[in-house]
Nanobody
Framework: QVQLVESGGGLAQAGGSLRLSCAASGRTFSRNTMGWFRRAPGKEREFVASIGWIGGYINYADSVKGRFTISRDNAKSTVYLQMNSLKPEDTAVYYC?????????????????WGQGTQVTVSS
């Protein structure tokens, strides 16, 4: 079992930045590929970014490329999502999860052990 707790969400203005954290406990974190997803009001959960256990397999959704950066600190069992140049359409609940495929999948069904999510709201 892996327990995941997201934090760092909040209110930001368009063009601003936020840094999300996902703290893991339980099963060995450092061997897991991790991902971030988001769910906007009235929409399906969508892939945002993923990162392999030694920092490889970095993958981004086209909608966030060049603005968001995923990283991890295995010593702290934490994955980060640095979000810059935020847009109102980035407003969503952001979730982290463990990628069972191990290859940085963008498919929701490949992920387990979802956190409770953290709300990000971007005002125009």
């Amino acid at each position: 079992q892996v327990q995941l707790v997201e934090s760092g969400g909040g209110l930001a203005q368009a063009g601003g930045s936020l840094r999300l954290s996902c703290a893991a406990s339980g099963r060995t974190f450092s061997r897991n590929t991790m991902g971030w997803f988001r769910r906007a009001p009235g929409k399906e959960r969508e892939f945002v970014a993923s990162i392999g256990w030694i920092g490889g397999y970095i993958n981004y959704a086209d909608s966030v490329k060049g603005r968001f950066t995923i990283s991890r600190d295995n010593a702290k069992s934490t994955v980060y999502l640095q979000m810059n140049s935020l847009k109102p359409e980035d407003t969503a609940v952001y979730y982290c999860a463990v990628d069972r495929s191990g290859y940085g999948s963008s498919t929701y069904a490949d992920y387990d052990y979802w956190g409770q999510g953290t709300q990000v709201t971007v005002s125009s």
